[in-house]
């Protein structure tokens, strides 16, 4: 059993910075996913047990950056350059049993959110 604990989220004014950090209690495939109200979950970003290979949905590349340390099962989301659109409850989630996945469908393990409000 995984377990992840989130924490970075709040509230920023649009063009700001935000990082949110997930610890795990194991190694494998991470990634980030939102959710805004009233709209599915989405995937943000992912990366494999070993660090490498990052990978991003299309609206946040460039501005966003996935990082892990492996040292500390530790899994960082870089947000730069928020815009309102970004605000949702970020999670994050592993793929035990993954090198590398950016797959919902693979994830089975994930943390209880992060609020990232992006003010106009």
């Known amino acids: 059993q995984m377990q992840l604990e989130e924490s970075g989220g709040g509230s920023v004014q649009a063009g700001g910075s935000l990082k949110l950090t997930c610890a795990a209690s194991?190694?494998?495939?991470m990634g980030w996913f939102r959710q805004a109200p009233g709209k599915d979950r989405e995937f943000v970003a992912a990366i494999g047990s070993s660090g490498t290979l990052p990978y991003y949905e299309d609206s946040v590349k460039g501005r966003f950056t996935i990082s892990k340390d492996n040292a500390k099962n530790t899994v960082y989301l870089q947000m730069n350059n928020l815009k309102p659109e970004d605000a949702a409850t970020y999670y994050c989630?592993?793929?035990?049993?993954?090198?590398?996945?950016?797959?919902?469908?693979?994830?089975?393990?994930w943390g209880q959110g992060t609020q990232v409000t992006v003010s106009s």
């Open positions: 194991g190694r494998t495939a």
């Open positions: 989630a592993a793929a035990s049993g993954f090198e590398w996945t950016r797959r919902p469908q693979d994830y089975n393990y």
